[in-house]
């Protein structure tokens, strides 16, 4: 990763995995559309459904939408399907976008635009309901680059998400999501397989990409504890607490000392918390054993790390 040292990268390659049961349950696809009815662009979501009905009837849910109001009440049926069936409902969206969010008909006479940041609510609640098993596939002519909006938490808006880093053309784009939906009913569908095999089928250098948040997740967590932990960091840090220490609470220098000396574990439980509660370990334990990864053991490589680093500054290494 660009934002740490090369000694820190060598660390970074050394830490404990994720385990390697990720797989993904869905049930069904649940197609929101989101183009002016005058759009002289084919509605490449409803092209998709009518196919989908002739491999199997009632596997998709074909929902037409004026409005980002509208889009957004769609995901909410979606979730409250997904509760009350235990369904887990891919969910496409077809749409104009960009890296800022998705631009549809305002239900009147012009176009308004959905900011990928009002969308993560509503992705965070449908993926909770699908026990955090929701693959969205963004289904834009004019390109796809809003996956930075999905580091967020507290819980994982996604668990992956498909779509294309360039603009493509309708036909080809419809050709890609209909080869993407044909391999995901394989019987042990492959996320990857699955997407090259759509861009293959688009063809013209069309590249459909897979992101998944576990993988995004990890990287940014991980690397936030190496930079966050730099010896540098940890003595600025300890030394604007000391003194916030002694100013406000009247604490002894030991007492301070014994505070100051809690926070390593402190912060790993801290962070340990965050990981477990994207990944929903809290509300459904099962989650542990396709996203458990013990950030105690982590964070003790990067103490290790940062003594054996002063030592080796200490001694001229």
Known sequence: MTELTNMENALWERFPRLPHT??????????????????????????????????????????????KEEVIQAIRRATRYAENTGANPILHLEAHGNEDGLEGP??????????????????????????CNLVVFIAACRGFAGIGALTEGPRAPALALVGCLDDVLPGRLLDGTMEFYRRWRDSNPRLRDIVESASQQAGGGVLFVPESFTAIAYEALTAQMIKSMRPSERTAWTLRMRLRLANETGLTEQDIDLRLSMYPAALAEHWQQIWDELFMMDLYPENRLRFGLDIHEIFRQIIQFNEQYQHDDACGL
């Open 22 to 67: 990720g797989s993904i349950s869905t049930s069904n696809v649940w197609i929101i559309e989101w183009l002016a009815a005058g759009d002289t662009e084919r509605k490449t979501g409803k092209l998709l459904h009518e196919r989908m009905e002739q491999w199997r009837t009632g596997w998709s849910c074909y929902i037409p939408c004026r409005s």
């Open 106 to 131: 305002n239900g009147v006479d012009g176009l308004e635009f959905l900011e990928w940041r009002e969308l993560m609510p509503e992705l965070r609640a449908l993926n909770v309901a699908t026990r």
